[in-house]
T-cell receptor
Framework: AQSVTQPDIHITVSEGASLELRCNYS??????LFWYVQSPGQGLQLLLK??????LVQGIKGFEAEFKRSQSSFNLRKPSVHWSDAAEYFCAVSGNFGNEKLTFGTGTRLTIIP | EAGVTQFPSHSVIEKGQTVTLRCDPI?????LYWYRRVMGKEIKFLLH????????ESGMPNNRFLAERTGGTYSTLKVQPAELEDSGVYFCASSQHPGTSGREQFFGPGTRLTVL
């Protein structure tokens, strides 16, 4: 069975500081990996995705993530956070054809302090 | 292009009542998914439609939940009778097709259900 672990429930960073949100997954085959963000009162928005190829993927809003197969990780990074990045972030995994359902982590809530 | 829409945005009902949630996917998207987030827990998969057929309903919690997608367009999720533990946010998502390029799921804003 596939699973996702986001070990940090809540992270607080200063505006302008760098950010790394951790995500570890468990899946028996090649995973499809995603990071979604949910701002207050909004739905889930896709930040970036990894299917294959280059293990460093670029997303929207200046985010990037690196797929590390040996560590079963897909950590999300941003070099300099903005106050508007305050939100909840979800890592998710899906499988191959016929198993497209997303399995989510519990989410990491990001607070930005001025 | 309109995104995924869900109705209502909030619903407050009493235990034992019936509630029907509606999802309108992005036009042309064959795949429609329902997910639920119970407070403090992760977002969990409920079921997956391909057009009007149920592809995977392994996440449906019990037979009090009934999902339909008549005509392969919008979908409804009915909870009857509702229990306290059904409270949470119900998300709908849609995607074009299961190929790599169409794998991205677009989410609606969710319906917050409160059962008193």
């Amino acid at each position: 069975a596939q699973s996702v672990t986001q070990p940090d429930i809540h992270i607080t960073v200063s505006e302008g500081a760098s950010l790394e949100l951790r995500c570890n997954y468990s899946y028996g085959a090649t995973p499809y990996l995603f990071w979604y963000v949910q701002s207050p009162g909004q739905g889930l928005q896709l930040l970036l995705k990894y299917f294959s190829g280059d293990t460093l993927v670029q997303g929207i809003k200046g985010f990037e993530a690196e797929f590390k197969r040996s560590q079963s990780s897909f950590n999300l990074r941003k070099p300099s956070v903005h106050w508007s990045d305050a939100a909840e972030y979800f890592c998710a995994v899906s499988g191959n054809f016929g198993n497209e359902k997303l399995t989510f982590g519990t989410g990491t809530r990001l607070t930005i302090i001025p | 292009e309109a995104g995924v829409t869900q109705f209502p945005s909030h619903s407050v009902i009493e235990k034992g009542q019936t509630v029907t949630l509606r999802c309108d996917p992005i036009s042309g998207h064959d795949n429609l998914y329902w997910y639920r987030r119970v407070m403090g827990k992760e977002i969990k998969f409920l079921l997956h439609f391909v057009k009007e057929s149920k592809q995977d309903e392994s996440g449906m919690p019990n037979n009090r939940f009934l999902a339909e997608r008549t005509g392969g367009t919008y979908s409804t999720l009915k909870v009857q009778p509702a229990e306290l533990e059904d409270s949470g946010v119900y998300f709908c998502a849609s995607s074009q097709h299961p190929g790599t390029s169409g794998r991205e799921q677009f989410f609606g804003p969710g319906t917050r259900l409160t059962v008193l």
